[in-house]
């Protein structure tokens, strides 16, 4: 017959088995435990870390190497089409811009021309109103065929002032036709109009103002003339009468000196 005792209740060694896992459960094992899970945890971030890390450089690396490659696409792949596109670009719109210039000089002259023949067309006109008597074609061939005798002495200054006072219409071709001889400056314009109505042999006995016991000029017509001749220009429409004067001046004072020179060249000139 079987023991109840044993029956019922585990043998020692059984007893000693199960207990095993509870001795592992022992507070030197728990210290143990914990230790190693902190440094499995330790490990398991510094993994993370260098993860991180390692991910942050291949990023980096990403991000350079794409942004280096992209201008060396840039440089090599499309800059020359681009430049060579701005060429072309200047050069054309150089030609546009030359050829727009040359079209405005083009114009611009042409509107010079057509104001100068209106200019001339009015001068006519007003011509014709102030001798009704002389048609402008008439006119034209009078002025055409005027010798205009330059003053040398008394009596061809007498014959001269005489005309011009008393003769409108021989006045009045008398300016129009010294004003054929306008200069690039007032000083050559006056000095083309003196030397065709005077000799310096004339002017040699006369002053502008009458100074040094010489004969006054500037109270004869044909001394007036040159003020109308010159006003009659359209260049110097509008030149101060102190402008003219000082040339006429000039001229006059140099008389005697263009004299001598000139009688000193004749006596070379025989000599030789």
Known sequence: EENPSNSCYPDASSLSQADEPFANNSPSNSVESNTSKK?????NSEIDEVQEFVNNKKLKVTRDTSSSETPRRLSYGFTPNNNNCENENDQAFKKIVTRSLTCIKYEIEVVQKRLD???TLIEKIHDKIENPSISSLNLHNVISDMEIISIDNNESLDVMEERLTNDKPFRTQM????TRLMGDSISETVRRIMQKIFTDKFLSNYSYIGHKEKLKLSNLQSCTIIFDAVHKMKKYHDIPFKDIEKPIKLW?????ERIKKRNEKNTKDKSV
């Open 39 to 43: 440094n499995i945890s330790r490990s």
């Open 252 to 256: 006059m004072a140099q008389a005697s």
């Open 175 to 178: 300016v129009l036709e010294l």
């Open 117 to 119: 023949s209106m200019a």
